[in-house]
């Protein structure tokens, strides 16, 4: 093996899938890094292979000048929970095959673990069979996340996802977190392990272009994916208290997802007025619908795993130093209440959530301009891009 050190990155998502990895990919290219990355063929989130690539059981693509090996998808995970297990599986089947070959090229791993933890078991076979130093940036807490997805919570299924995930954690040589919460949840598995805290950094850029019109005198808006986790059903139903006092007051949903159909047939058939379902919108134009929005929505169900999770999309709404209505428990709603960047309602109290809503239409100019100040601290500090780009090249690369 080459003295240089060379790295094999391994993820489910890779460009042009719109996630944190590839910004932090630029950055390592530009730095002249030397890494090829390993993953599938791009499908998420619509679960179909984008146009212009193939779903081969190997091929090779470039991400600018970074070598990216690909392997097979199961298309249509997105609606089917078998075809989500059986991608489980298959990366793992992919993965290893593909690591038998190019494996010995690499002395170093960075798994960007976003879903199933399984897909680091390509990483840890590098290290048993090659010596490679493992990293692993956990985005997604199992087995816990695993029971969120409604598998049973039996002695059998408990015993082997501890044993897997107990495994996984002992062969990895740092162990980073996105979330504060996830520290003592792994200490479980690996109590002597130094585990890092890395959050997320927001990929928008905010710099409005355009005035965007919304329909409101004052809007509310909520951003990004439509599913059942995202608790749009308590949301909407707290805004129809809001709604029936106000006509100007409008509630805008951007975006798509497997719960967008359900989620109007619940607005029509109980007749929730003002809600503007605007569809899915592209990243570049995101600026101007914040710039034209007076709250921003944050907002997921009520479970002990999402009290310790903060989205991504938390640190994208502070680039717009707009207030923030936390439907939260939890970390997300400690940040906004400790550092006042809004307010936050139960997730599961509808009347809660419409008291939030009612809260922000009475608070004075001054107090709404008081959150610019407060979420600048915030993304300057604990969320600065510059920050956590070096602490993880001084881990991974430094070692």
Partial sequence: MSSKRKALVIGEVFYPEDFLI??????WEKEHYDFEVL???????????????????????????????????????????????????SFVFWSFWIILFI???????????????????????????FGAKVTIWTQDLWPETVYDYGFKRTRW?????????????????????????????????????????VPNW?????????????PGRFNFTFAGNIGKVQNLENIVQGFSKCSE??????????????????????????????????GR??????SDYYEASDVLIISLKDTPLYEI??????????TTHKPIFAIFKGEVKRLVEEYQLGISAHPSDIKDIARGFEAFLDFPKDRMERFFDNSSQLLNTVFSRNKIINDINTLFWGS
């Fill in 22 to 27: 590839n910004d932090l990919a630029e950055e």
């Fill in 39 to 89: 993953t599938r063929a791009p499908s998420y989130p619509f679960g179909k292979v984008y146009k212009g690539y193939k779903n081969k059981i190997y091929q090779t693509t470039y991400f600018n000048t970074v070598k990216v090996h690909r392997f097979p998808v199961w298309q249509g995970y997105e609606k089917s929970t078998l075809i989500k297990i059986l991608n489980y599986f």
């Fill in 103 to 129: 494996g010995r090229h690499f002395d170093r791993v960075f798994i960007y673990q976003t879903g199933p933890l399984t897909l680091a078991t390509a990483g840890i076979l590098m290290k048993k069979f």
């Fill in 157 to 197: 299924l408990g015993f082997c996802l501890d044993r897997f995930v107990g495994w996984t954690y002992r062969n990895c040589d740092h162990i980073l977190v996105s979330c504060k919460g996830f520290i003592e949840r792994i200490h479980r598995y690996v109590p002597n392990k130094e585990v890092v805290f």
């Fill in 202 to 214: 927001s990929l928008m850029e905010y710099a409005p272009k355009k005035t965007r019109s919304l």
């Fill in 245 to 278: 006092k106000h006509s100007d007051v409008f509630l805008n949903i951007i975006g798509d997802g497997s719960y967008l159909a359900e989620l109007k047939d619940i607005v029509t058939k109980e007749g929730i007025c003002n809600v503007n379902f605007m």
């Fill in 281 to 286: 919108k592209p990243l570049s134009e995101m």
């Fill in 309 to 318: 999770m903060i989205p991504s999309k938390f640190q994208a709404y502070l």
